[in-house]
């Protein structure tokens, strides 16, 4: 760890008045009620023993299997800021030594406890926050909160990381060697933020599917509702079936997934009805509209905003994109997603029409109003290279929410302002996984042990992305590949139905042409092909 990211850990446990020794055992957890540690204040301890289910933002509950110390702390940078937070400590001879913070993802305003569990099976101390709220659409939380906005954009995130560390270091009686950060969606953009703008708080991130360009992403949105609205734009899931299929086709990819998406630029017109319309081939306006997807949003002068979905990503689309067909649009991902932003964020509930907003208008004023609080484009992460710090990424080709590529645009933005890829690769790893869905799932290998979704078979440096990043920072030996898994029905206890590389960018995972396709070890990390 670097003498400049050591201080800066000192600087927050020393303001708690708290010495970085390490005795043998911890302290008693419920010492810690009512204690202030810089702006935060613990409201709530308790001594867990296991079995402990605790509710979460997935439809499960998470059940916990080790004994920890929960804390729940409160801070309040401003004065309508209400940031709760948790705190899960371990015994004292249980702990790693290292703290692993996360954030949830969307606007939930809820504690993220699936990736606690996870950290504290591992060792770590760990937290979450709720991000400055509870709900989930801004409509129950922002509009005339803009302090509220800003805990939800950035703030939460960084002051929790400061209050856990200086729970942890009363605790323990020191403070945490290793401090590390798991967030997908907008908890990925959360990561990517940090950092951007606090390069000290953590000395390794996991930014899943980071949420990186909001403003850019509503734009987005409104382009691809726009796009399916007209008669006869909007298609069929039969149709899109057959356009995956002709895409995976064309581009050499097997068991419908694409080795490497980015390398196919198949053009939907090869797929335009010679006569009457049919399921096997896509009408005018069905080809102008797939078109447009593929592109993302552009301004006047043609000059792209956001990127658009990948080719192979088809069959997302019906949920993401298209709607049913006497509503196309209505009631999907994008239409969601813009809507009820563009509602409570952007226009201050005053009445607009969908049809007539302009979705490079829509950009220009959502970076304006809300981009110092929601987006984080800098490009420039110098000071977090400097202090030591590294950061593990990951994206689905298929994801519905987050188009992969807005997310390799970000990371090549980063190579060239840096000096190039090789620069950031010694600090900053891309991983793209095809046919994972947002954040975890699809029809691809995505059991990485990420943050949200199922984890890896195994929990070392080989399958578990966290295991990965620790190595890293730890050991100083980088990924150059992490094995995903698929299980059979998606389903662990069922075993593994098939394994592949996810290779460092600009890398692609090549089947060497023996053995089994489902099989890691048949595959090699080689460099992109042409596009086909």
């Known amino acids: 760890m670097s003498a400049k990211r050591t201080g800066a850990c000192l600087a927050c446990i020393a303001a708690a008045g708290i010495t970085m020794s390490m005795p043998a055992t911890a302290a008693d957890c419920q010492s810690l009620s009512g204690k202030r540690f810089g702006g935060a204040l613990v409201v709530e301890t308790n001594n867990i023993k296991p079995p402990f289910v605790t509710a979460s933002m997935a439809p499960q509950g998470v059940t916990v299997t080790s004994p920890f110390c929960r804390v729940r702390g409160l801070i309040r940078p401003t004065a309508d800021s209400t940031i709760y937070f948790e705190v899960w400590m371990p015994p004292a001879d249980a702990w790693n030594g290292n703290y692993q913070g996360n954030a949830p993802g969307g606007y939930a305003g809820s504690m993220f406890y699936e990736p606690m569990e996870r950290a504290l099976r591992a060792g770590y101390a760990t937290s979450t926050t709720d991000n400055g709220h509870t709900g989930s659409e801004p409509s129950e ?3 005339g909160h803009p302090e509220k906005f800003a805990d939800w954009g950035w703030r939460a995130v960084h002051e929790t990381a400061l209050a856990a560390k200086a729970v942890i270091a009363a605790y323990y009686g020191g403070g945490p060697k290793y401090s590390y950060f798991i967030g997908c969606s907008k908890g990925g953009g959360s990561a990517i933020m940090e950092a951007q703008r606090f390069p000290t708080d953590y000395d390794g991130l996991i930014a899943g599917a980071m949420g990186w360009n909001l403003s850019a992403r509503l734009a987005m949105y409104l382009w691809t509702i726009q796009a399916v609205q007209p008669p006869g734009a909007c298609v069929s899931p039969a149709k899109l079936a057959m356009l995956h299929d002709s895409v995976i086709a064309a581009c050499g990819g097997n068991d419908g997934i694409l080795d490497d998406p980015g390398a196919c630029t198949f053009d939907p017109g090869r797929l335009l009805c010679k006569g009457a319309d049919a399921d096997a081939c896509l009408s005018p306006q069905q080809v102008a509209s797939v078109r447009k997807i ?22 997302n689309w019906s949920r993401a994109i298209m709607g049913a067909a006497e509503k ?16 409570d964020l952007l226009f201050d509930n005053q009445e607009w029409k969908l049809e007539t907003l302009v979705p490079a208008e829509v950009y220009r004023l959502a970076r304006t109003k809300l981009g110092m609080d929601w987006d984080a484009p800098d490009t420039d992460l110098h000071a977090f290279k400097a202090a030591g710090g590294k950061i593990i990424g990951y994206q689905g080709w298929s994801d519905d929410a987050v188009p992969p590529d807005g997310t390799l645009r970000y990371y090549d933005q980063v190579a060239e302002r840096m000096g190039g890829v090789d620069k950031v690769r010694s600090f900053y790893r891309l991983f793209m996984a095809p046919g994972m869905d947002h954040c975890s799932g699809g029809i691809g290998a995505s059991a990485i042990g990420g943050a949200y979704g199922q984890t890896a078979p195994v929990r070392d440096a080989g399958h578990d992305v966290a295991a990965a990043l620790a190595r890293w920072v730890e050991q100083g ?18 075993g593994i139905a098939l394994q592949r590389p996810l290779c460092a960018h600009p890398a692609v995972a090549r089947h060497t042409g023996r053995g089994n396709r489902n099989e890691a070890e048949n595959w090699v990390c080689a460099a992109p092909t042409r596009s086909k």
């Open 294 to 315: 593929y592109a993302g949003p552009v301004d006047a002068s043609g000059a792209s905003i956001y990127p658009g979905y990948a080719r192979g990503s088809e069959l």
């Open 141 to 143: 939380w922002a509009a």
């Open 477 to 494: 030996q980088a990924p150059e590949q992490i094995v995903a898994t698929r299980y059979r029905d998606h389903d662990p206890a069922k």
């Open 328 to 343: 196309p649009g209505v009631g999907t991902i994008s239409y969601k997603g813009f809507t009820n932003r563009a509602r």
